[in-house]
Every structure is written in C-alpha cells, then in structure tokens.
C-alpha cells in the first residue's frame, strides 16, 4: 500500500469507512501514517482526530469499534476505503451511520418491493390491490399461491423455455415476499438464517 500522505500539508488523508457485509457508508475520518500503521497492527480502526490532536481509535470510549476487514487506496493514492464490521452504533449521536441512516443490507429493487407490499399490508382498508386482497384472504392463500408458483418454477425448469422460467421465478419470489410480510419477517431476515450457516 502506497499511500500518499504528503498531498495535504496535514500529512492526512480521509478514510471512507464502509461496512463490509452491507455496504452502506458508516462515517467519514481521517488518517496519517501513523494511525494507518496501528489500524493494520490492531485491527481496529484508528483515526488521526483533528479536534483532539492525537489517535483515536472508534470506540475507545463507546466500546463501539470497527473491527478492520478490508482497506484499499484509490487510483490517487490520496484516499482510503476501509470495509469493517461495527460493533454497535458508528455515529456518536447513537446512530448506525453519521448520515442517521439504519446500516441495513439494501437489495436495491427488492427492498423497494418489499416496503411496496409492507405498506399494501399496513393499508388494507385504504387501497385495492391483488397484494391488499392476499393479504385479506389470509395466511393460507397466500403459502397455496406460494406452493402453486413453486410448482410452475419446476415445471418451466425442465422445458427450454427461459422467458417462461424467468416469468415463473419472479412470480415465486414475489409471493414468497408477501408470505414472509404475512409472518412479520423480511428477506434480510432468511439472509441472517444463511450467513449463520456458514460458518
């Protein structure tokens, strides 16, 4: 790792500190050689305050450390990406990130889908939906619409057609994330089950 401390007459550069399994940005700081070298050494990531005018390793005084996973320079050499495993709250308001954002996996589209069916859930007696009408028709239909998507998917499987495949698998999923709001559960909720399963 070369990087390059001399661009600034601080002799710092910032570290963008990123969680490693979610990806979201918890906090932005500041390093010199110095704290880079204990950050490495420790594996708990050590910052150059300018405040306090010293290292300052996160969570010497919360017991909230970010625990090092990673740590890459830029194409510049100027700045670093630091991917870590917090151990609580990054932000010294309590917050998951300094932006006040929860430091959750984002699935992008499917996240937006499931707050979409969250809500139909939450308003049933506001809106008309397919969703809304699952919904008020129970716990069964929904796991039978499951059930019957799940056979199709096995179905379109063993033939060539993929358009059809593909059409049959997003419906599955889509049912299977109503079913998983109809149980109070979300799918970040089956990802945690998986990743305590590899280890």
């Known amino acids: 790792m070369k990087i390059d ?20 940005v918890l906090m932005l700081g500041y390093m010199n050689q110095e704290a880079l070298n204990k950050t490495l050494d420790t594996k708990k990531v050590t910052f150059f305050s300018r405040t306090k005018k010293r290292l300052w390793t996160k969570g010497e005084e919360s017991g909230n450390f ?9 194409c510049d050499n100027d700045t670093l990406l630091v991917g870590v495993r917090p151990t609580g709250a990054t932000c010294h308001t309590g917050s998951d990130t300094c932006w006040q954002e929860p430091n959750n ?9 499931e707050k979409t069916i969250k809500n139909r859930k939450e308003n049933t007696n506001t809106e008309q939906s397919y969703v ?10 929904i796991a039978q619409k499951v059930g019957e998507e799940a056979i199709e998917v096995v179905i379109e499987a063993k033939d060539n ?3 059809l495949f593909l059409s049959e698998s997003a419906d599955l999923l889509f049912h299977y994330l109503i079913l998983l709001q109809a149980k ?6 089956v990802v945690k089950v998986l990743q305590s399963r590899e280890k």
Request: aromatic share 8%; charged share 25%; hydrophobic share 35%.
């Open 5 to 24: 401390f001399t661009k600034n007459t601080d002799g710092l550069v910032p570290a963008i500190i990123q969680d490693s399994e979610t990806k979201n």
């Open 66 to 74: 970010l625990e090092l996973i990673s740590i890459a320079e830029d």
């Open 105 to 113: 996996l984002d699935y992008g589209f499917i996240s937006k889908l």
């Open 132 to 141: 809304v009408s699952l919904f008020e028709n129970g716990i069964n239909k």
């Open 161 to 163: 057609n993929d358009d």
């Open 184 to 189: 109070g559960f979300q799918l970040n909720d």
